[in-house]
């Protein structure tokens, strides 16, 4: 008897270690995780933009400057005042509230300042969540339409004309907002010259990038950093332009080009 429960405690006490290395020796078999979702393959486009060239005679360019937020550039504003250079200015919501002064020296001359849209909060117009130069774009398609249109009805309460341009933050667009901002019946401003990266070269720079200018181009710049010494190039540059004869018109006063879908 004593034999028999010693063997059965014995087969007992197997059975668990059996167990264990059975267990043990099973290949592990870890939770399936659901499959990550594929990188959007996310197309951004940075549109060009021509006026019709003059051909034979002075050539044509088009200043165009973004008034994005901050203050106002005093050197280049004066420099357009005092010489009577035409130029397109970009206006967002947000620099409207606060540069009351320098709107009413625009609209004091609508002889040579056409105001345009550039958006309620400067962000860019992508509709999807990405970044651009670091700056969370709009992100849906409703967000284009209310960085458009709240753009839009902020320059009409400022007492500005109805836009008929659009250039949002960064100038680089999905290609189903663009779609998207000409159905709501803006054409796209892209640009053929960068003049001043952002107002960020020195001023020497600008003024080489403005000399690379030629008949036909669309030329970016910016009104809103008077710190900048950017700013300064910009103003030497607009002067080296009139001196050769450069013909400045403005974007509403010309036919113009651009790609992309973003005028036609």
Not at 19 to 38: N, R, S
Not at 69 to 79: N, V, Y
Not at 165 to 183: C, D, H, M, P, V
Not at 210 to 216: I, L, M, R, T, W
Request: proline residues 8%; charged residues 15%; hydrophobic residues 45%.
């Amino acid at each position: 008897m004593n034999r028999f429960l010693l063997t059965s405690a014995f087969l007992l006490a197997a059975v668990p270690a059996a167990f264990a290395i059975e267990q043990a020796t099973k290949p592990v078999v870890w939770p399936q995780l659901p499959p990550k979702a594929p990188a959007a393959n996310i197309k951004l486009v940075e549109p060009h933009l021509h006026v019709n060239r003059a051909g034979k005679g002075a050539p044509r360019i088009a200043l165009t400057f973004d008034a994005c937020m901050g203050k106002t550039d005093p050197r280049i504003l004066s420099t357009l005042v005092d010489q009577h250079i035409p130029a397109t200015i970009f206006v967002t919501a947000r620099w409207l509230r606060t540069n009351p002064d320098a709107l009413a020296v625009f609209l004091a001359h609508p002889d040579l300042f056409e105001l345009e849209n550039h958006g309620q909060n400067h962000i860019p117009a992508v509709d999807m969540p990405i970044k651009v130069y670091g700056i969370a774009a709009a992100g849906s398609p409703q967000a284009v339409t209310q960085e458009v249109k709240g753009g839009a009805d902020a320059m009409l309460a400022a007492g500005i004309p109805q836009p008929h341009w659009f250039r949002g933050a960064t100038a680089k667009y999905s290609l189903s907002a663009i779609a998207e901002i000409r159905g709501m019946g803006y054409r796209v401003a892209g640009y053929s010259v960068n003049g001043d990266s952002g107002s960020l070269l020195p001023a020497k720079m600008v003024e080489k990038q403005y000399a690379f200018a030629k008949d036909g181009d669309v030329i970016i710049s910016h009104i809103n950093q008077p710190t900048h010494a950017a700013g300064e190039g910009v103003a030497m540059s607009i002067l080296a332009l009139k001196t050769k004869g450069v013909q400045f018109v403005r974007l509403q006063d010309i036919p113009e080009q651009g790609d992309d879908d973003t005028t036609n």
